[in-house]
C-alpha cells in the first residue's frame, strides 16, 4: 500500500492512503539507519506501507521529487519543510508586520533554490495605508514574472483567486510568523479552524501559533502544508554557480557576460551589471542578489 505522510512527530506518522483512509504508522527500523537530507521523513514523502495485524509500517521512502528547504536554527543542517509540492505560496504582510523587500527576495530564492516555482501573496490589504506599501511590490514581482496575489483574510479580497491556486495540486504556504497564514487558510476553508494569534505586542513580530508541520486537506480537493512561521530565512545546498539562476530576470543579461561563469560582482563588461546600471534590474534586486551570493560563500567556507 502507498501513501503520503500528512503529520510527523514522536516517531509516530499520520498517512493517507490511497484508498483516503488516514492511519497511524512507525518507521521500519532499517529506515530509522538510512541518512536522508532534512529528515528520514517529512511531510510530503510518499512512503510504501505494510500493515501488521492492526498496526502499519513504513517499508520505504520513494525519491523526493522536490524539497523545500533551508537552513535549521543552528546552522549547521539543512531543514526539509515539505518535500513533493507542486507550488509555494510566499506570504508578507503589507502591514503589520510591514513586508519589504530583502524579505520577499529571500522568501522567492528559498523557493527558487527547492526547485519549486514560488507565488508572492501579500496579505492584510486591508489595512490604513497598506496598498501604498503593496502597490510597489505587486509591480515589481510581476514585471520579473511571478504571480502575485494581492489579498485580505478580513474582507476577502482576492480570496477567490488564492483559493483557485490552492485548490488545485500540493503547495505550501511560507512566511514569517504573524501575516496570517493561518487566518487566511481558514477563511479559504472555515472547517479547518486552525488557531490564529495576534501580533506580540513587544516588537510586533508574530507568534508561532503553528507549531508542528502538517498537511491539510482542503475540502475543495487541494494539500496545503502548513508549517512554522520563521524570522530567518536560512539557505541551505545552493552553489555560487547556481545563486544567479535565483533571480530569473537575470537569465537574458546573463548571455551578454563576457566571461562565462560571471559572478556579476566586479568582472567587466557583465550584461547583469549593464542591466542593473539601465535599470532594467532594480537595484534592490540586486543588492540581494549580492547578499545571498556573499551568505552562500560565507557557507562553503565554514562548512
Not at 530509522?32 to 520505504?60: F, P
Not at 479547518?192 to 502538517?214: I, P, Q
Request: aromatic share 4%; charged share 25%; glycine share 12%.
Amino acid at each position: 500500500m502507498r501513501g503520503v505522510v500528512d503529520e510527523t512527530g514522536g516517531g509516530s506518522y499520520r498517512v493517507r492512503l490511497e484508498d483516503g483512509r488516514e492511519v497511524e504508522a512507525s518507521l521500519r527500523g532499517r529506515l530509522k539507519l538510512e541518512e536522508r537530507r532534512g529528515g528520514k521523513v517529512v511531510i510530503g514523502d510518499r512512503v510504501s506501507l505494510d500493515q501488521v495485524g492492526e498496526g502499519w509500517t513504513i517499508e520505504s521512502v520513494e525519491q523526493r521529487k522536490t524539497e523545500l528547504v533551508r537552513r535549521s536554527r543552528n546552522r549547521r543542517a539543512p531543514k526539509v519543510l515539505a518535500a513533493n509540492l507542486d507550488r509555494a505560496f510566499m506570504v508578507v504582510a503589507a502591514r503589520h508586520p510591514q513586508a519589504n523587500p530583502e524579505l520577499v527576495d529571500r522568501l522567492l530564492v528559498l523557493g527558487e533554490s527547492s526547485g519549486i516555482r514560488p507565488a508572492l501573496v501579500i496579505n492584510k490589504i486591508d489595512l490604513p495605508g497598506a496598498r501604498d506599501i503593496a502597490e510597489p511590490l505587486e509591480d515589481l514581482y510581476q514585471s520579473i514574472g511571478y504571480l502575485v496575489l494581492c489579498v485580505s483574510a478580513v474582507s476577502g479580497e482576492g480570496l477567490d483567486l488564492l483559493q483557485e491556486e490552492l485548490c488545485a495540486g500540493s503547495s505550501t504556504l511560507i512566511g514569517p510568523s504573524g501575516v496570517g497564514k493561518s487566518s487566511l487558510l481558514n477563511a479559504i476553508d472555515p472547517e479547518l479552524e486552525l488557531r490564529t494569534g495576534e501580533l506580540s505586542r513587544k516588537g510586533g513580530t508574530g507568534r508561532h501559533t503553528t507549531v508542528s508541520a502538517r498537511i491539510i486537506s482542503l475540502s475543495c480537493g487541494g494539500f496545503v502544508a502548513d508549517t512554522p512561521g520563521f524570522g530567518d530565512v536560512g539557505f541551505w545546498g545552493i552553489t555560487l554557480s547556481e545563486i544567479d539562476h535565483c533571480f530569473p530576470e537575470f537569465a537574458e543579461h546573463m548571455l551578454r557576460c563576457r566571461f562565462r561563469g560571471c559572478s556579476h560582482v566586479s568582472e567587466p563588461d557583465c550584461g547583469v551589471q549593464a542591466a542593473v546600471g539601465e535599470g532594467v534590474i532594480t537595484a534592490t534586486r540586486f543588492s540581494s542578489y549580492l547578499k545571498a551570493r556573499s551568505e552562500v560563500a560565507d557557507h562553503s567556507l565554514s562548512r
